[in-house]
């Protein structure tokens, strides 16, 4: 059989989840499984038009009225761009792969394989330490008070506490005991886990230093706190200050009826005494960073605050939590936020410990805890 009559008995389908996006040069066809794409011309269009089933190249040829071999060549181009795929052996789209149209991937695409595939392998570079390479000035690291009130917070103060015993006892909380939590425990968790320890003078200009890492010092996550059963505190929002340690009033703020408006289905969290969300001030992260891995790396930091928070909680006797199946339209709005500017982007509280054994869940019996070599050796019990 001659290569012409196998590139015509060969079989195309156009790939699933394909984009097409207007940049400057004109429209541009992209896999979500890749960073960028191609030229949106008619001819290539018209091709992935055709293709919404297993079809033969020569079939398809015929339709368009092209040579088969002149087709040949586009269709290994869309193929090498993961626009299309073949029923060759030894095509990219195994079901190991990113592409594969099982697993996952599946899925979560388009929106997650084109996040993932666009922050991957990305080129690294430094501008000037000024700024003068990037875009205006320099957004403030702290925002001015939004509420007419400023509450000062008590100094933090953590009791003697091994790391090693928060860390055995840190455990996600549903259900709570009653009571309110101390202003001085608010004050203390909010105060290490986001709280300003020193300013560097950079060329740029002061950059905060802060418990848990932030990709450039860019520290965008703001702490908004929702407080409910807090003695010494009126309740409703808040906005942490973290540079001087305070709590502002939001004046746009409300509270809402329900902790199920912004987590829904999670009845769990209604007892917690505080609710914290954290949003993050985009442009103080775009200013440095023109990658859409900055995105990426903001989501990271979420957690390592999210940690902190858990950690510090859990030295201080209280029950934390966090989590990421928010209503972020509802969170903002109650908020004040702009959804695009200020996202919101995870939420964590904290309330009394429950009485009895740790329980995950109310209404739930306890699972069973086989405590591991390593678990023995956190608690102190190495036999």
Partial sequence: MTAAADDGRRRLRRAPHVLCLWEGTGRVVQSARRPSGVPATDLVLEVLDHLDTWTAIDTLAEALALPVAALAVLVDGLHAHDLIETDAEGGPHTASSPGARTGPWAAWSPAASLFHAATRDVAFGRGGASGTDNAGPRPDPILPSLGASILPLPAPCLEEQTLRAALRDRRTHRRFGPGPIALADLATLLGVTFGVQAWAQAAEG???LKTSPSGGARHSLEAYVWARHVDGLAPGPYHYRPGDHTLSTID????????TRW??????????AVIVVLASELARVAWRYRSARAYRVILIEAGHLAQSFCLVATALGLAPFCTAAMAETAIETDLGLDGQAQPAMYVMGVGQVASGPWQPHAGRPAPRLDVTALGRGLIGDET
């Fill in 252 to 259: 746009q703020a409300v509270a809402p009826a329900a902790v």
């Fill in 263 to 272: 987590l829904p289905t999670q009845h769990g969290y209604e007892e917690a």
């Fill in 206 to 208: 002061p950059l905060a």
